[in-house]
Protein backbone atom coordinates (compact mmCIF):
# COMPACT_ATOMS: atom_id res chain seq x y z
CA UNK A 1 0.00 0.00 0.00
CA UNK A 2 2.95 2.42 0.34
CA UNK A 3 2.99 2.71 -3.28
CA UNK A 4 -0.31 5.15 -2.46
CA UNK A 5 2.12 7.38 -0.83
CA UNK A 6 2.39 10.69 -2.31
CA UNK A 7 -0.29 9.77 -5.10
CA UNK A 8 -3.47 11.06 -6.48
CA UNK A 9 -6.42 8.51 -5.58
CA UNK A 10 -8.39 8.94 -8.95
CA UNK A 11 -10.14 5.66 -9.50
CA UNK A 12 -9.59 2.09 -9.10
CA UNK A 13 -7.86 1.60 -12.13
CA UNK A 14 -4.65 2.63 -10.69
CA UNK A 15 -4.23 -0.17 -8.04
CA UNK A 16 -2.22 -3.00 -8.29
CA UNK A 17 -4.17 -6.28 -7.31
CA UNK A 18 -2.32 -5.81 -4.71
CA UNK A 19 -2.52 -2.31 -3.43
CA UNK A 20 -6.20 -2.78 -3.64
CA UNK A 21 -6.55 -5.73 -0.95
CA UNK A 22 -3.56 -3.76 1.20
CA UNK A 23 -5.72 -1.15 1.29
CA UNK A 24 -8.90 -3.08 2.51
CA UNK A 25 -6.49 -4.65 5.06
CA UNK A 26 -5.93 -1.66 6.23
CA UNK A 27 -9.35 -0.73 6.20
CA UNK A 28 -10.30 -3.75 8.33
CA UNK A 29 -7.31 -3.13 10.69
CA UNK A 30 -8.51 0.16 11.49
CA UNK A 31 -12.07 -0.73 12.10
CA UNK A 32 -10.90 -3.10 15.06
CA UNK A 33 -8.66 -0.32 15.92
CA UNK A 34 -10.73 3.25 15.90
CA UNK A 35 -14.23 1.07 17.25
CA UNK A 36 -12.49 0.40 20.85
CA UNK A 37 -12.33 3.91 21.82
CA UNK A 38 -12.09 2.85 25.53
CA UNK A 39 -8.23 2.65 24.72
CA UNK A 40 -6.14 5.75 23.43
CA UNK A 41 -6.32 5.82 19.86
CA UNK A 42 -3.00 6.43 17.52
CA UNK A 43 -3.06 9.83 16.21
CA UNK A 44 -1.01 9.08 12.76
CA UNK A 45 -2.10 11.86 10.74
CA UNK A 46 -1.43 14.40 13.70
CA UNK A 47 -1.12 17.77 12.91
CA UNK A 48 -2.53 16.87 9.23
CA UNK A 49 -5.48 18.67 7.09
CA UNK A 50 -7.65 17.69 3.77
CA UNK A 51 -9.90 20.17 2.31
CA UNK A 52 -12.51 18.57 0.65
CA UNK A 53 -14.41 20.62 -1.87
CA UNK A 54 -17.85 19.65 -2.36
CA UNK A 55 -19.86 20.89 -5.49
CA UNK A 56 -22.49 18.69 -4.91
CA UNK A 57 -24.45 17.44 -2.06
CA UNK A 58 -23.01 14.66 0.24
CA UNK A 59 -23.68 12.36 3.38
CA UNK A 60 -21.78 9.66 3.57
CA UNK A 61 -18.40 10.98 1.96
CA UNK A 62 -18.84 14.27 3.61
CA UNK A 63 -19.34 12.57 7.31
CA UNK A 64 -16.76 9.69 6.92
CA UNK A 65 -14.20 11.65 5.70
CA UNK A 66 -14.62 14.35 8.34
CA UNK A 67 -15.02 11.87 11.20
CA UNK A 68 -12.27 9.72 9.90
CA UNK A 69 -9.67 12.01 9.38
CA UNK A 70 -10.82 13.61 13.28
CA UNK A 71 -9.95 9.73 14.38
CA UNK A 72 -6.62 9.53 12.90
CA UNK A 73 -5.72 13.15 14.76
CA UNK A 74 -6.08 15.52 12.12
CA UNK A 75 -8.26 17.74 10.48
CA UNK A 76 -11.11 18.36 7.41
CA UNK A 77 -12.61 21.09 6.43
CA UNK A 78 -15.71 21.16 4.60
CA UNK A 79 -15.97 23.27 1.25
CA UNK A 80 -19.26 23.56 0.18
CA UNK A 81 -20.23 25.18 -3.57
CA UNK A 82 -20.77 28.63 -2.34
CA UNK A 83 -17.91 28.35 0.52
CA UNK A 84 -15.15 29.01 -1.59
CA UNK A 85 -13.66 30.99 -4.72
CA UNK A 86 -13.93 28.34 -6.97
CA UNK A 87 -15.86 28.30 -9.70
CA UNK A 88 -17.50 31.95 -9.26
CA UNK A 89 -14.19 34.16 -8.95
CA UNK A 90 -11.28 31.45 -9.03
CA UNK A 91 -10.15 28.67 -11.68
CA UNK A 92 -9.88 24.92 -10.43
CA UNK A 93 -6.34 25.36 -10.81
CA UNK A 94 -5.50 28.51 -8.59
CA UNK A 95 -7.66 26.63 -6.47
CA UNK A 96 -5.12 23.83 -6.44
CA UNK A 97 -2.06 25.76 -6.10
CA UNK A 98 -3.62 27.74 -3.33
CA UNK A 99 -4.89 24.89 -0.74
CA UNK A 100 -1.95 22.98 -1.77
CA UNK A 101 -0.17 25.42 0.75
CA UNK A 102 -2.54 24.64 3.49
CA UNK A 103 -3.66 21.31 2.95
CA UNK A 104 -1.92 18.04 2.98
CA UNK A 105 -4.50 15.96 0.83
CA UNK A 106 -6.96 17.55 -1.05
CA UNK A 107 -10.50 15.65 -1.79
CA UNK A 108 -13.01 16.66 -4.00
CA UNK A 109 -16.81 15.77 -5.38
CA UNK A 110 -16.81 17.68 -8.74
CA UNK A 111 -19.35 17.25 -12.39
CA UNK A 112 -17.01 16.38 -14.65
CA UNK A 113 -14.38 13.81 -14.23
CA UNK A 114 -11.96 16.24 -16.48
CA UNK A 115 -12.29 18.84 -13.35
CA UNK A 116 -10.43 15.70 -11.15
CA UNK A 117 -7.74 15.84 -13.59
CA UNK A 118 -7.11 19.36 -13.36
CA UNK A 119 -7.30 19.61 -9.93
CA UNK A 120 -4.48 16.52 -9.87
CA UNK A 121 -2.44 17.77 -12.30
CA UNK A 122 -1.95 21.54 -10.50
CA UNK A 123 -2.16 20.01 -7.05
CA UNK A 124 1.18 19.62 -5.53
CA UNK A 125 -0.44 17.59 -2.48
CA UNK A 126 -2.48 14.43 -2.80
CA UNK A 127 -6.08 14.48 -4.25
CA UNK A 128 -9.04 12.39 -3.78
CA UNK A 129 -11.75 11.53 -5.86
CA UNK A 130 -14.40 11.99 -3.97
CA UNK A 131 -17.20 11.27 -7.17
CA UNK A 132 -16.87 12.93 -10.23
CA UNK A 133 -19.20 11.80 -13.35
CA UNK A 134 -17.34 8.73 -14.24
CA UNK A 135 -15.80 7.42 -10.71
CA UNK A 136 -16.40 6.31 -7.26
CA UNK A 137 -13.42 4.58 -5.94
CA UNK A 138 -14.17 5.38 -2.48
CA UNK A 139 -17.21 3.88 -2.95
CA UNK A 140 -15.86 0.17 -4.63
CA UNK A 141 -13.57 -0.09 -1.54
CA UNK A 142 -16.32 -0.29 1.27
CA UNK A 143 -18.30 -2.10 -0.96
CA UNK A 144 -15.43 -4.39 -1.33
CA UNK A 145 -14.65 -4.38 2.16
CA UNK A 146 -18.27 -5.23 3.07
CA UNK A 147 -17.81 -8.09 0.89
CA UNK A 148 -14.79 -9.24 2.70
CA UNK A 149 -16.81 -8.96 5.80
CA UNK A 150 -19.59 -11.59 4.43
CA UNK A 151 -17.93 -13.40 2.30
CA UNK A 152 -14.58 -13.79 3.90
CA UNK A 153 -11.05 -11.97 2.83
CA UNK A 154 -10.77 -13.96 -0.88
CA UNK A 155 -13.71 -13.17 -2.99
CA UNK A 156 -12.11 -15.22 -6.24
CA UNK A 157 -14.56 -16.67 -8.18
CA UNK A 158 -17.87 -14.88 -6.58
CA UNK A 159 -20.17 -13.33 -9.25
CA UNK A 160 -21.49 -9.68 -8.88
CA UNK A 161 -24.21 -8.48 -10.38
CA UNK A 162 -25.20 -4.70 -11.39
CA UNK A 163 -28.37 -4.30 -12.77
CA UNK A 164 -29.20 -0.29 -13.54
CA UNK A 165 -27.57 2.65 -14.92
CA UNK A 166 -23.98 1.83 -16.22
CA UNK A 167 -22.54 5.07 -14.18
CA UNK A 168 -19.65 6.07 -12.28
CA UNK A 169 -20.53 3.82 -9.52
CA UNK A 170 -20.03 0.94 -11.45
CA UNK A 171 -17.02 1.76 -12.97
CA UNK A 172 -15.15 1.24 -10.32
CA UNK A 173 -16.82 -1.82 -8.68
CA UNK A 174 -16.43 -3.45 -12.24
CA UNK A 175 -12.44 -2.54 -11.91
CA UNK A 176 -12.35 -3.68 -8.56
CA UNK A 177 -14.47 -6.73 -8.75
CA UNK A 178 -12.38 -8.15 -11.33
CA UNK A 179 -9.27 -7.14 -9.39
CA UNK A 180 -10.17 -9.11 -6.50
CA UNK A 181 -10.86 -12.66 -9.08
CA UNK A 182 -14.58 -11.99 -9.07
CA UNK A 183 -17.29 -12.64 -12.09
CA UNK A 184 -19.16 -9.35 -13.36
CA UNK A 185 -22.23 -9.68 -14.91
CA UNK A 186 -23.84 -6.03 -16.07
CA UNK A 187 -27.33 -5.70 -16.79
CA UNK A 188 -28.24 -1.81 -18.22
CA UNK A 189 -31.01 -0.47 -20.80
CA UNK A 190 -30.23 0.15 -23.92
CA UNK A 191 -28.58 3.67 -23.73
CA UNK A 192 -27.43 3.57 -20.65
CA UNK A 193 -24.53 0.99 -21.11
CA UNK A 194 -21.00 1.31 -19.00
CA UNK A 195 -18.54 3.90 -20.42
CA UNK A 196 -17.00 1.93 -23.05
CA UNK A 197 -13.19 2.43 -22.43
CA UNK A 198 -13.69 1.70 -18.65
CA UNK A 199 -15.53 -1.52 -19.64
CA UNK A 200 -12.44 -2.28 -22.41
CA UNK A 201 -9.79 -2.16 -19.54
CA UNK A 202 -12.42 -4.49 -17.30
CA UNK A 203 -12.94 -7.36 -19.87
CA UNK A 204 -9.05 -7.25 -20.45
CA UNK A 205 -8.25 -7.17 -16.52
CA UNK A 206 -10.78 -10.09 -16.35
CA UNK A 207 -8.51 -12.15 -18.54
CA UNK A 208 -5.72 -11.75 -16.67
CA UNK A 209 -7.01 -12.68 -13.38
CA UNK A 210 -9.48 -15.67 -15.10
CA UNK A 211 -12.89 -14.06 -14.44
CA UNK A 212 -15.47 -13.37 -16.81
CA UNK A 213 -17.68 -10.29 -17.60
CA UNK A 214 -21.26 -10.53 -19.18
CA UNK A 215 -23.47 -7.31 -20.80
CA UNK A 216 -26.63 -7.86 -21.22
CA UNK A 217 -30.13 -5.69 -21.54
CA UNK A 218 -31.79 -8.32 -19.18
CA UNK A 219 -31.92 -7.95 -15.46
CA UNK A 220 -32.68 -11.58 -15.09
CA UNK A 221 -29.63 -12.81 -16.98
CA UNK A 222 -27.89 -11.01 -14.78
CA UNK A 223 -28.38 -12.12 -11.60
CA UNK A 224 -28.65 -15.80 -12.74
CA UNK A 225 -25.61 -17.01 -11.04
CA UNK A 226 -24.69 -13.79 -8.51
CA UNK A 227 -23.47 -14.27 -4.92
CA UNK A 228 -23.92 -10.08 -5.04
CA UNK A 229 -26.65 -7.85 -6.62
CA UNK A 230 -25.82 -3.93 -6.22
CA UNK A 231 -27.61 -1.22 -7.97
CA UNK A 232 -27.31 2.70 -7.31
CA UNK A 233 -29.69 5.33 -8.19
CA UNK A 234 -31.39 5.55 -12.01
CA UNK A 235 -30.83 9.56 -11.66
CA UNK A 236 -27.54 10.67 -10.50
CA UNK A 237 -27.04 13.98 -8.86
CA UNK A 238 -26.97 16.41 -12.16
CA UNK A 239 -29.49 14.26 -14.40
CA UNK A 240 -32.46 15.18 -12.46
CA UNK A 241 -34.03 16.95 -15.47
CA UNK A 242 -34.30 13.65 -16.72
CA UNK A 243 -36.03 12.14 -14.02
CA UNK A 244 -39.36 11.03 -15.83
CA UNK A 245 -37.02 9.53 -18.85
CA UNK A 246 -35.07 7.80 -16.93
CA UNK A 247 -37.77 6.15 -14.72
CA UNK A 248 -40.04 4.89 -17.92
CA UNK A 249 -36.41 3.70 -19.73
CA UNK A 250 -35.18 1.96 -16.50
CA UNK A 251 -39.19 0.31 -16.23
CA UNK A 252 -38.23 -4.08 -15.12
CA UNK A 253 -34.68 -2.99 -13.20
CA UNK A 254 -36.18 -2.35 -10.27
CA UNK A 255 -34.01 -4.74 -7.40
CA UNK A 256 -37.16 -6.56 -5.80
CA UNK A 257 -37.59 -9.49 -3.59
CA UNK A 258 -38.75 -11.61 -6.75
CA UNK A 259 -35.24 -10.35 -8.92
CA UNK A 260 -33.30 -11.32 -5.88
CA UNK A 261 -34.82 -15.07 -5.57
CA UNK A 262 -33.21 -15.65 -9.31
CA UNK A 263 -29.46 -15.14 -8.15
CA UNK A 264 -27.57 -17.60 -5.98
CA UNK A 265 -28.71 -18.77 -3.12
CA UNK A 266 -27.60 -16.41 -0.09
CA UNK A 267 -27.04 -13.32 -2.74
CA UNK A 268 -26.35 -10.43 -0.84
CA UNK A 269 -27.35 -7.06 -1.85
CA UNK A 270 -26.10 -4.01 -2.31
CA UNK A 271 -26.34 -0.18 -3.02
CA UNK A 272 -24.29 3.01 -2.27
CA UNK A 273 -27.14 4.68 -1.11
CA UNK A 274 -28.83 7.70 -1.43
CA UNK A 275 -31.89 5.58 -2.93
CA UNK A 276 -34.61 6.05 -4.31
CA UNK A 277 -37.95 3.43 -4.07
CA UNK A 278 -38.14 3.13 -7.82
CA UNK A 279 -34.55 1.07 -7.99
CA UNK A 280 -34.96 -1.16 -4.80
CA UNK A 281 -37.95 -2.17 -2.96
CA UNK A 282 -38.22 -1.45 1.08
CA UNK A 283 -38.02 -5.72 0.68
CA UNK A 284 -34.90 -5.77 -0.26
CA UNK A 285 -33.30 -2.74 1.28
CA UNK A 286 -34.08 -3.73 4.45
CA UNK A 287 -33.83 -7.86 4.62
CA UNK A 288 -31.26 -10.12 6.07
CA UNK A 289 -29.57 -10.29 2.37
CA UNK A 290 -28.88 -6.19 2.53
CA UNK A 291 -25.21 -4.86 3.41
CA UNK A 292 -26.22 -1.52 2.96
CA UNK A 293 -25.44 -0.03 6.15
CA UNK A 294 -21.99 -1.97 6.78
CA UNK A 295 -21.31 -0.69 3.44
CA UNK A 296 -22.16 2.48 4.71
CA UNK A 297 -19.82 2.45 7.91
CA UNK A 298 -17.23 0.98 5.59
CA UNK A 299 -16.96 4.58 3.77
CA UNK A 300 -15.04 5.29 6.75
CA UNK A 301 -12.79 2.74 7.44
CA UNK A 302 -11.98 2.89 4.01
CA UNK A 303 -11.27 6.22 3.50
CA UNK A 304 -8.99 6.48 6.25
CA UNK A 305 -6.91 4.03 4.55
CA UNK A 306 -6.71 5.84 1.69
CA UNK A 307 -5.67 9.26 3.75
CA UNK A 308 -3.39 7.70 5.54
CA UNK A 309 -1.32 5.52 2.77
CA UNK A 310 -1.54 9.04 0.87
CA UNK A 311 0.63 9.99 3.94
CA UNK A 312 2.45 7.22 3.91
CA UNK A 313 1.57 5.49 6.88
CA UNK A 314 0.08 2.47 5.83
N1 LIG B 1 -22.46 6.82 -1.38
C1 LIG B 1 -22.13 8.11 -1.33
O1 LIG B 1 -21.14 8.57 -1.91
O2 LIG B 1 -22.99 8.87 -0.58
P1 LIG B 1 -22.99 10.43 -0.38
O3 LIG B 1 -23.46 11.04 -1.66
O4 LIG B 1 -23.95 10.67 0.74
O5 LIG B 1 -21.60 10.88 -0.04
N1 LIG C 1 -24.42 7.69 -9.11
C1 LIG C 1 -24.69 8.57 -8.00
C2 LIG C 1 -23.88 8.19 -6.81
C3 LIG C 1 -24.11 9.00 -5.58
C4 LIG C 1 -23.27 8.57 -4.41
C5 LIG C 1 -24.43 10.00 -8.42
O1 LIG C 1 -23.47 10.24 -9.17
O2 LIG C 1 -25.20 10.87 -8.03
Redesign the pocket.
Known sequence: VSTLKGKHFISIDQLSNDELKGLLAASHQYKEIYSDKSKPLPRPLNGHSVSMIFQK??????VSTETGMSLLGGHALFLGPSDIQLGVNETMRDTASVLSRFNDIVLARVYAHADIIELAKYSSVPVINA?SDLH?PL?TLADLMALQQHFGTDLTGKTVAWVGDGNNVLHDLMLGSVKMGMNVHIATPKGYEANADVLAKTIELAKENNCQVVTTNVAEEAVKGADVVVTDTWVSMGQEEEYAKRVKEFEGYQVNTELMGKANPGAVFLH???RHPEEVTDEVIYSDASLVFPEAEN?MWTVMAVMAAQMGKV
Open positions: RSTRTRLHQCLPR
